[in-house]
């Protein structure tokens, strides 16, 4: 049943964020969204202190102004070093690819997003946990 699972999606096209937070909610999933690295860095200390702290997947933009998703996802491991992250790109390139894959992310997906995919490969990286 996947309205318990709790998925953070960041991205600094706010457009992007709204409509895969829109579909993802849909789905029956708790959907936590930042539009920047360190807004998803303070949405992470407040589960921390408050609501059960769980995260099952992150989802995050690769090119952000200030921290990138590699540089996030850094950050994030290092407080919950098991959540899987799907990296989403226009822009990587095989040193981005590289850099995500090194961070640890599950998988590198390009824009645009093709949803299905997108919700498949959701299904599979919370059920790799």
Not at 18 to 45: M, P, R, V
Not at 52 to 73: A, N, S, T, Y
Not at 92 to 111: C, I, L, N
Request: charged share 25%; aromatic share 4%.
């Amino acid at each position: 049943m996947t309205d318990s699972y709790r998925i953070l999606i960041v991205d600094d096209d706010l457009d992007i964020l709204a409509n895969l937070s829109d579909i993802l909610s849909e789905l029956g999933y708790e959907i936590i969204t930042a539009a920047s690295g360190q807004e998803a860095l303070e949405k992470l200390s407040e589960l921390d202190s408050g609501e059960g702290g769980r995260l099952d997947l992150c989802l995050l933009d690769f090119k952000m102004p200030g921290m990138d998703g590699v540089e996030l996802l850094e950050k994030i491991h290092v407080l919950r070093p098991a959540v899987p992250a799907i990296m989403v790109t226009a822009y990587a390139g095989e040193d981005g690819d590289r850099r995500a894959m090194e961070a640890g992310t599950w998988k590198v997906m390009r824009k645009p997003v093709d949803v299905r995919l997108l919700i498949g490969m959701i299904g599979q990286a919370i059920v790799s946990q």
